[in-house]
């Protein structure tokens, strides 16, 4: 990988108010070394403050610089291929526009353990994914990522607006997003975009406290759940508080 060793740059606000001032200054190494040939079991040592400013710093790389680096996929393949030691879990939207891997900075293999549905659910399958990563996996971060016009969230918000109804599987998809549109409904801004942010703190919130794994982690501070959402017009992604 070709990601630079270069001073943190992201928004100071945004990053001293989630992942806090020591990690500010904190130089972002190239990952690919990382991946070094390990016994199974073997978790990161990259902690959730550690994790977190990776991502930051890797979509401010995207939007600098949004051409993809040349990467050594081969040399990538030959590193993980006994074994993982992915740093961060990404749940996001099934949305062909959202590869988190690239928006993140041109990650490469091995790096992100990812989990994607429309309208980025923690279902049973999904929250599964999630407690595998985290406690099998030892990744200290988990991200939830809504996105601008998410189109689940749009159709929860027809449903909610306009009494919309969906045929077979996708309507029971979208009535699990019912709930966060409804919440918003009414209120100043864009529906749509505040039923995403709604949607994508109440799932974080979900797994935080709805898997007894994941919870347990959190309390002994191994494990972080953070809300997102990213920007389709201008490539961001903004960590929600």
Known sequence: MCFECRPFSAHRRQFLSLAGASVAATCIFGVLGEHRASAAGTTTSVTADEALARLIAGNEKYLAAPQVCAADLLKQREAVAKAQMPWAVILTCSDSRVPPELLFGGLGLGELFVARNPGNMADTATMGTIEYGVEHL????VVVMGHQRCGAVIAACEAVEKHTQFPGSIGSMIDAIVPAAKA??????????NAVRESARRTAAKIATKSAIVADLIKVNRVRVLASRYDLDDGRVDFLT
């Open 138 to 141: 030892g990744i200290p971060l």
């Open 184 to 193: 918003v409904y009414g209120k100043p801004g864009d529906f749509v975009d």
